[in-house]
């Protein structure tokens, strides 16, 4: 099976500039980016994954994913792979400016991703280190949306912000098979705060692929941070940044201990 179209690694290579460019900081938008069987793979395997899903539901998000790939179909399987195999990584590569980026064979917080009415994610930078490979420093995110006829009115938009988080500079609407590649920095901020409107019976479904770099050394532990909108009250405030303490103890504790997601998925389940 084909996997990307055509044109997408020509655009890839073509858009450094464009993407370097970018405001507020380094990201590039492709539409129809993966042949429409492909994508199609991908949206049929959140019905059909076998499988934990893994819950985050806590202040700053709820929605749901699954980074395990042996519970996945074979053609989502081949997706996955081709988009984290050498040629594919090299055209990212080329398109960041970025030498050694590595795919991420565990998928530590990526995977498929679904966020059901109600959910939402808040404005954030991510995670930059990795989880168990204590080397690695995040440099790059892949999102590919697969939802087809997304109405606005579903909201759901990725949301860019500026580096003080005083202001939306860009969003982007989740529509079926739009690629977002940026780059993860402490202050590439973005999210869904907005949350997610669709109707019953309708979910937002995206893909999440991330890209580190070897270090040579332990890469300092940068757990995702979270920051208040400017419209947020105090109270709302309050718990975000609450809650940034409570997953910086998490995350020490899934670097240094067999503790994962999926454990603490399974443990908020039963409690």
Known sequence: MRILAPTSRERLLESGEAFARAAPFPHLVLDDFLVEEAAAA???????ARGDWITWHHVNERKRGFNDVTGLSDEARAVIAALQAPDFVGALERLSGIAGLLADPDLDGGGLHETTPGGYLNVHCDFLSHARQRHWSRQLNL????????????RGALELWNADVSR??????PAFNRCVIFRT???????????VAC?????????ALYYFRDEGHVAPLAPTRYLPRPGDDWRRRLLIRADRWALYAYSILKRYTP????????????F
């Open 42 to 48: 991908l949206e049929a395997a959140f019905a059909s």
């Open 143 to 154: 999102l590919l949306f697969l939802n087809r006829d997304w109405r606005d009115e579903y």
């Open 168 to 173: 939306c500079v860009r969003r982007i609407a």
């Open 185 to 195: 920095t402490a202050h590439s901020f973005h999210g869904v705060p907005e949350g």
């Open 199 to 207: 109707p019953a019976g309708r979910t937002r479904k995206s893909l």
């Open 259 to 270: 503790i994962d997601d999926k454990l603490v998925s399974r443990l908020l389940r039963r």
